[in-house]
């Protein structure tokens, strides 16, 4: 059993939803690894730190979650902590603040983790606040100090590195975020885990079966805070017996070699964007432009979930792209619908037009879910949208092997290429 999922274990008798534990976990670990460790990306590298939002209304038992990373990071030390209400230039200045590490050793670095169970209360208003966290969570451009210039006060950091859990509900976020939010990169840079469930009814009065222990999770984060150096890197000009998956690249026909979990990542990637391009989709909050990346932060710090080194494996770099590929429908959703992402298109009619495009006019289910992805908030409003096209006799649905396929009918095909050809007048 991995760090994470003893975590999860320890939890799953609250109410808090799962993915809340599950995104406090990663949020603990980016924070007590700091810019330690890091994956080369050939002209900078990529460091785990990530800002993940809790999104979802009073009482769905945000706080619980967020305290535990707070405890955690606190307990392994290392990492400043910032946490209660402040001011971004009182949250600048205590990242230009020296600290004293374990073993009375003297930090000039300025590595943190923002941690608060309501992100429009623990920052002072202020329009510049979102803008400088922004800048601050890109740690690969912050090779030497970072320098800002507000009205009162100017501020020399070294090397931020910064990690943020926070949470909001939907009242909260409306009045806290500005378009400037949405479009300018603070969203597009965020993993927002919305949710509207409990995990469970539990009215705590009497004890748990499985209580947590905080002494065992706290003594890995320890270990991991150890570490330091690159990941073995995903990929490499020469053939051996560790990078020994071919890829050869579309636009120069060069070959490079892969490892296992390598050889996933670069085939989901390209399939990823080349989807993106071929639909012309439109973000305007900049979450596709950096969607690579941000699945492989998640597959760095799944991969330290598992063990104390310093290697992606393959569960962990597709467990990353699943996981993250399900929080896009999020950031459509709390950025009002998909009129952004899929250029006001009805997704009816994008479904109807990818079937009729197709040789054979079907796909399977899977197929559809993933050409499908930046165009529906959840896999349940397709598959509603599937059904009534079954109910009004548009497709078939059948299943082969363990596959689900839809099928567009001939008449129907025959029907809409005469409506499109503009023939059916």
Request: charged share 25%; net charge neutral; proline share 3%.
């Amino acid at each position: 059993m991995t760090w994470l999922e003893k975590l999860l274990v320890q939890h799953n008798e609250l109410e808090a939803p799962m993915s809340f534990w599950f995104w406090c976990g990663l949020a603990s670990i980016s924070a007590v690894v700091k810019d330690n460790v890091w994956s080369n990306r050939q002209i900078h590298n990529i460091y785990p730190n990530i800002y993940v939002m809790l999104h979802a209304e009073s009482g769905l038992k945000k706080g619980a979650p967020i305290s535990l990373a707070n405890k955690l990071v606190t307990e392994v030390g290392g990492t400043k902590v910032i946490s209660g209400r402040s001011s971004i230039q009182g949250i600048l200045k205590e990242l230009g603040t020296a600290q004293t590490l374990p073993g009375g050793k003297v930090s000039v670095t300025s590595s943190a983790f923002i941690c608060s169970s309501e992100l429009t209360s623990s920052i002072v208003d202020d329009k510049a606040a979102t803008d400088i966290l922004t800048d601050l969570f890109d740690r690969q451009y912050r090779i030497g100090e970072w320098r800002s210039l507000l009205k009162m006060e100017s501020f020399n950091i070294k090397k931020p590195t910064i990690t943020m859990f926070t949470a909001t509900n939907g009242a909260h976020a409306t009045e806290f975020f500005a378009k400037k939010d949405i479009n300018g990169g603070y969203i597009g840079r965020t993993f927002v885990i919305l949710e509207n469930k409990k995990n469970r009814i539990n009215s705590l009065s009497a004890p748990l079966v499985n209580p947590p222990n905080l002494t065992d999770l706290i003594e890995y984060l320890r270990e991991l805070s150890k570490l330091s150096g690159p990941f073995i890197p995903l990929g490499s000009t020469v053939e051996d017996d560790y990078f020994k998956f071919p890829y050869v690249q579309k636009d120069t026909g060069l070959i490079n070699y892969y490892s296992e979990a390598g050889i996933l990542y670069e085939e989901w990637y390209n399939e990823f964007y080349e989807t993106i391009d071929a639909q012309k989709v439109k973000d305007d909050t900049g979450t596709l432009n950096r969607f690579g990346d941000s699945v492989l932060k998640v597959a760095m710090l799944l991969s330290l979930s598992r063990a104390p080194k310093l290697e992606i494996d393959s569960l962990s770099m597709q467990a990353a792209i699943t996981y993250c590929e399900k929080l896009i429908g999020n950031v459509m959703e709390i950025t009002h619908g998909t009129k952004g992402l899929s250029e006001s298109k009805s997704l009816k009619a994008i479904i109807i037009k990818e079937l009729l495009e197709r040789e054979t006019h079907q796909i399977s289910h899977d197929m559809l879910l993933k050409k499908m992805l930046m165009h529906y908030k959840n896999a349940q409003e397709l598959n509603d949208i599937m059904i009534s096209f079954q109910d009004a006799k548009m497709i078939d649905i059948e299943s082969i092997g363990n596959k689900i396929i839809y099928k567009m009918r001939p008449d129907q095909v025959l029907e809409y290429q005469k409506l499109f050809s503009g023939k059916n007048k």
